[in-house]
């Protein structure tokens, strides 16, 4: 079964960093696509950032040019680095995994919380 594990998050003065980190464990079979989704108190789970195993990354607009994401090469363990960070960024940020072989479909982290202050 397919385990997600998200750490790196944590409370934050406007403008400062912090790095994700997500590493899915109990597959040998690389994910095709890893990403990173927020959900914001009383919103919805939205797409941050996104990672194939090409390297190929989508960013959403609100973090371009703010957060990068990456993946380790060949492993089911990626990153994100958060600068410049604002209070909008505030929320609970999941990892998420897809497959299209092996242990088919999406697998979801638990989440880790990011706090920015203003």
């Known amino acids: 079964q397919v385990r997600l594990v998200e750490s790196g998050g944590g409370l934050v003065q406007a403008g400062g960093s912090l790095r994700l980190s997500c590493s899915a464990s109990?597959?040998?079979?690389?994910?095709?696509?890893m990403g990173w989704y927020r959900q914001a108190p009383g919103g919805q789970r939205e797409l941050v950032a996104s990672?194939?195993?090409?390297?190929?990354?989508n960013y959403a607009d609100f973090v371009k040019g703010r957060f990068t994401i990456t993946r380790l090469y060949a492993k089911n363990i990626i990153y994100l680095q958060m600068n410049s960070l604002e209070p909008e960024d505030t929320g609970v940020y999941y990892c998420?995994?897809?497959?299209?072989?092996?242990?088919?479909?999406?697998?979801w982290g638990q989440g880790t919380q990011v706090t920015v202050s203003s």
């Open positions: 990672v194939t195993n090409g390297d190929s990354t």
């Open positions: 109990g597959t040998p079979i690389g994910a095709k696509t």
């Open positions: 998420k995994a897809g497959f299209i072989v092996g242990p088919r479909g999406e697998h």
